[in-house]
């Protein structure tokens, strides 16, 4: 199994940064892609921002310019600085793994959720 292990988030002033890490284990085989989605107060789950194996970024657009994201092939891990953070990026934050387990199968994978509060 794969296991991706969320730290960061918490509470900060409009305008501050937080960073956000996620580490996958466990049986990774290949990793086709790797990043963060969130989830406001009474919205869906959206995707914030991903790296897929060849290196090439995604971001939303309400993030782009603000977020960047970095990878650690080496440590099966995505890093996403948030800097100048707004209240209406407050939210539940999940990372996301699209894994290979084996030469064949693969599957997504999520943290457990990190909590981004961003007061005004």
């Known amino acids: 199994q794969v296991h991706l292990a969320e730290s960061g988030g918490g509470l900060v002033q409009a305008g501050g940064s937080l960073r956000l890490s996620c580490v996958a284990s466990g049986s990774i085989f290949r990793i086709i892609s790797m990043g963060w989605y969130r989830q406001g107060p009474g919205n869906q789950r959206e995707l914030v921002a991903s790296?897929?194996?060849?290196?090439?970024?995604n971001y939303a657009d309400s993030v782009k310019g603000r977020y960047t994201l970095f990878r650690d092939n080496a440590k099966n891990s995505v890093d996403l600085q948030m800097n100048s953070l707004k209240a209406e990026d407050t939210g539940t934050y999940y990372c996301?793994?699209?894994?290979?387990?084996?030469?064949?199968?693969?599957?997504?994978?999520w943290g457990q959720g990190t909590q981004v509060t961003v007061s005004s």
């Open positions: 790296i897929n194996a060849g290196g090439a970024r």
């Open positions: 996301n793994g699209r894994i290979y387990v084996n030469p064949t199968n693969w599957d997504d994978y």
